[in-house]
């Protein structure tokens, strides 16, 4: 069981970009889904959340242009980015509470990270 993430890449300042999260293996549940990022020589920080009950939570530094969504059948978690500046240029992280279909114990998994640079 892990997270694939994709969707990372180069995106012009003003411009949308998604970024895509997914389930691999035997998955019984996802519960909440985040993502992350890590811009170079700054500490990991919280994007956006969504609780297993769909309740979100967002950094301050969104202001409204990043959305955060989850396909329970799917299992897979999007983030939706809007206005991109150069000072979103960071590796994300998606982060999820998974249930594995052999344990049944809800367990914390991170993605592998994903570049988005945003060119000024």
């Known amino acids: 069981v892990h997270l694939v993430e994709s969707g990372g890449g180069l995106v012009q300042t003003g411009g949308s970009h998604q970024l895509s999260c997914a389930a691999s293996g035997s998955v019984l549940r996802l519960g909440a889904m985040g993502w992350y990022r890590q811009a170079p020589g700054k500490q990991r920080e919280l994007v956006a959340h969504?609780?297993?009950?769909?309740?979100?939570n967002y950094g301050a530094f969104v202001k409204g242009r990043f959305t955060i969504s989850v396909d329970k059948v799917e299992k897979t978690g999007f983030l939706l980015m809007n206005g991109l500046k150069p000072e979103d240029t960071a590796v994300y992280y998606c982060?999820?509470?998974?249930?594995?279909?052999?344990?049944?114990?809800?367990?914390?998994?991170w993605g592998q990270g994903t570049q988005v640079t945003v060119s000024s």
């Open positions: 982060n999820a509470l998974l249930t594995p279909l052999d344990t049944e114990i809800p367990t914390d998994y």
């Open positions: 969504m609780t297993a009950e769909g309740n979100t």
